[in-house]
């Protein structure tokens, strides 16, 4: 399974993106889905997560309420959509698939190339 992560861009604060992660190849029920970010000079952050098979969610406290991740077993992409954005929202954000829920980056086995979001003030 490979991983495409699109929807990125240059938005102002306030505003909304939805970012798009597709899975080629088979993705399994057991599966979890996750977003992570990395800012300049910072460590991959853990942003949201979705069981793949029953759809549960999980949010970092930093954007429960703003941001809402989704998927779509049709088309095998996970969707993370992103409203409120905050200047500190700005980083590359990276989808990842692993097979246990988690919140670290080294728990997942499989990631995109990441997209660029950029949040003006």
């Known amino acids: 399974v490979q991983l495409q992560a699109s929807g990125g861009g240059l938005v102002q604060a306030g505003g909304s993106l939805r970012l798009s992660c597709a899975a080629s190849?088979?993705?399994?029920?057991?599966?979890?889905m996750a977003w992570f970010r990395q800012a300049p000079g910072k460590e991959h952050e853990f942003v949201t997560a979705?069981?793949?098979?029953?759809?549960?969610?999980y949010y970092a406290d930093s954007v429960k309420g703003r941001f809402t991740i989704s998927r779509d077993k049709s088309e095998n992409t996970v969707y993370l959509q992103m409203n409120s954005l905050k200047p500190e929202d700005t980083a590359v954000y990276y989808c990842?698939?692993?097979?246990?829920?988690?919140?670290?980056?080294?728990?997942?086995?499989?990631w995109g190339q990441g997209t660029q979001v950029t949040v003006s003030s």
């Open positions: 990842a698939e692993g097979h246990h829920y988690g919140r670290s980056w080294n728990e997942y086995h499989r």
């Open positions: 190849g088979r993705t399994f029920s057991s599966s979890v």
């Open positions: 979705i069981r793949w098979g029953v759809g549960s969610t």
